[in-house]
């Protein structure tokens, strides 16, 4: 899947897709070619599970947001 963000594109894939519902609450991806996985918090905001590689949190958050809007979470 496709995602622009800040005027840049980028690709990643869903590698849980089959277990994914309005009750999910991680996301593994890969993402740049490296997995990433995402937690949604108490606050329900996607955050990067493992920081030892750190992204944009702004970023983070809207690859969640765009997984749950494309499966309809």
Known sequence: MRITFDDKDYIYQILNTNLINK??????LIFNGEKLE????ERKTWVQKDQSKS?????VQALGRSVSL????
């Open 55 to 59: 992204i944009d949190p702004d970023l």
């Open 23 to 28: 009750d999910t609450t991680q996301l593994e």
């Open 38 to 41: 995402l937690v949604m918090d």
């Open 70 to 73: 494309r499966l309809r979470m």
